[in-house]
DNA sequence: CTTAGGG
DNA sequence: CCCTAAG
């Protein structure tokens, strides 16, 4: 009992690993319409976990990062796909990637934990020794036989990694509220490694974007394995990697009773399971406040899609303060998610956090994360590809309806509400006006895009009236009869809207 | 609950 | 991004 309610306590905490990464992979999807194919063509440099699995670019082969900000993927219903992507680091820093985990139900750890993925690669890594408890093993993981059996299969499918198909695992998690991570063998360097993670209940959920996949796309993957896996753990990782192929490789250095020691449970697999079972199914938004505790930070909880539950006695780990019933709604989780964060100070002390992912451009990440207080801003990068569908969005919906732009455009994304979404209209509008910006940034930004893009963000700034702008007085340098005609069309939108409303 | 605005 | 006031 003491555990249990040590562990909810901790619930929130995210954790830092250091991984290593192994061999060389697809990089991160950058908008729907990549398919696996481009990415494995033209590898980017760039990190994308998809159901627990880190995938990068080649650069990253062989080394060892650390991950702060881990997302994982639970089935947010939407998609199968689960899995968060995590900041690139376009200068070339992988080694500093941040990857987070929340802790919750893993227990937490306060230190960074290094982990060891194996692979056969390089193994460069050695300074890191897994202290985690999770150990390399199979056999003590309890996947023995049957990872033999698997290695097979993931022998056989590794030569190509699949798009889709398999979706085992990932969807099973959603139900028992686990989330699990699949792992997959890559055959690169003519090495096979293959990973498999498991997390528990309570990651920050995050989607990525849709990504034709399901589980196991990406050629290479990291180990993460949680740590600490007890019996009960154990037990779920097996059932959870049933059905896929796994292998597992990982040296473990020094765990087992240690590990034990240290790391206290977490909610069995078979309790959450259990609760699942009970409500799984049929109820849908529940979720479990863990996740937002731990996050306090909206972004995580904030798709409205992607409600999960997790099993309430499990995540009722979370916060007493904000218990949540047995059976909550979602409007309870809110009002929790909101309690939690009022109380985040508090569980702040446990947790620690560190916020942020930052998606692909993001380059500030400090190379130390600054951990403790920096209030987590999770700021995603918006890409050119979400820049461009937000634009395509607007045209197509008008200014204003954001929710609807983000439940069609952005359903993926777990990340990117529709404040956002507006916020970077917002921007948009700042930028591509002209108008007294601090030069250099926006200008910067504007830069980056698109001369089409920018165009046509001109255009729908001159039918909006964002900023109070009512007239604006900017006439598009370039009009073409093209976009006249376009943005009279817009303004027909806009006007309808209006006029619906 | 969803937007608009402001910080 | 976050928070808050309005509709």
């Known amino acids: 009992m003491d555990h249990e309610a ?14 290593k990464v192994e061999g060389s992979f697809a990089p991160a999807l950058e ?4 398919t696996i194919e481009h990415l494995l063509a033209e590898p980017k440099s760039e990190y994308v976990t998809v159901d627990g699995v880190l995938c990068c670019g080649k650069e990253t082969a062989g080394k060892c990062v650390d991950i702060e900000d881990f997302s994982c993927g639970y089935d947010f219903g939407l998609n ?23 802790d919750g139900l893993l227990d937490e750890v306060d ?4 982990i060891h993925a194996i692979n056969g690669l390089a193994s460069p890594c050695d300074d890191y020794l897994l202290d985690i408890g999770f150990t390399g093993k199979a056999s003590e993981l309890g996947f023995g036989p049957r990872e033999k059996s698997h290695l097979g299969n993931s022998s056989s499918e590794s ?10 695992g990932a969807v099973g998690i959603s139900e028992s509220s686990t989330v699990t991570i699949q792992e997959f063998e890559c055959k690169n360097n003519s090495v096979d490694k293959a990973v498999t993670h498991e997390f528990h209940g309570g990651f920050r959920r995050k989607k990525r974007r849709r990504i034709p996949v399901e589980g196991n796309v990406y050629p290479a993957s990291i180990n993460l394995q949680n740590l600490e896996l007890d019996n009960d753990e154990k037990t779920l990782v097996k059932e959870i990697v049933s059905g896929e192929n796994e292998k597992l490789s990982i040296e473990a250095t020094k765990l087992g009773a240690f590990c ?6 977490k909610p069995t697999l078979r309790y959450i399971e259990e609760f699942s079972g009970k409500k799984s199914k049929d109820s849908n938004e529940r979720e479990n406040c863990s996740a937002l505790t731990a996050t306090q930070d909206r972004s995580k909880v904030r798709c409205q899609n992607e409600h999960h539950h997790m099993s309430p006695g499990i995540l009722s780990s979370v916060p007493e303060e904000d218990s949540i019933s047995e ?17 985040a100070s508090i569980l702040a002390l446990e947790s620690d956090e560190q916020p942020i992912t930052s998606e692909s451009e993001d380059d500030h990440v400090p190379k130390k994360r600054s951990r403790k207080h920096d209030r987590r801003k999770h700021q995603r990068m918006w890409t050119l590809s979400e820049v461009t569908t937000l634009v395509d969005g607007i045209s197509e919906y008008g200014v204003g309806r954001w929710t609807d732009i983000k439940r069609v455009l952005f359903s993926s994304s777990a990340y990117r509400t529709p404040i956002d979404l507006r916020d970077k209209w917002r921007n948009l509008l700042r930028a591509s006006c002209g108008k007294k910006m601090k030069k250099e940034v926006e200008q910067k930004e504007m830069r980056a895009l698109p001369k089409s893009l920018v165009r046509r963000v001109r255009e729908l ?11 604006k007085k900017f006439a598009p340098p370039i009009l073409p009869t093209s976009s006249k005609s376009a943005s009279s069309d817009l303004i027909r939108k806009y006007v309808r809207r209006k006029n619906r409303s």
């Open 260 to 265: 034990k020691e240290k790391r206290l449970r």
């Open 31 to 34: 908008d729907e319409t990549e």
């Open 6 to 19: 040590h562990s909810r306590n901790k619930f929130v905490n995210m954790k830092s690993q250091r991984v």
């Open 327 to 343: 059976n909550q709604t979602l409007a309870e989780f809110r009002t929790q998610r909101k309690l939690a964060k009022k109380h």
């Open 159 to 168: 030569q190509s990694p699949r798009l889709s198909g398999s979706s085992n």
């Open 111 to 114: 230190e960074v934990e290094d």
């Open 80 to 102: 199968t796909y689960s899995g968060g992507l995590h900041s690139a680091h376009p200068r070339g820093r992988y080694d500093e990637l941040e990857f987070g985990v929340l």
């Open 461 to 471: 700034a001159t039918v909006h009236p964002y900023p109070r702008q009512r007239g």
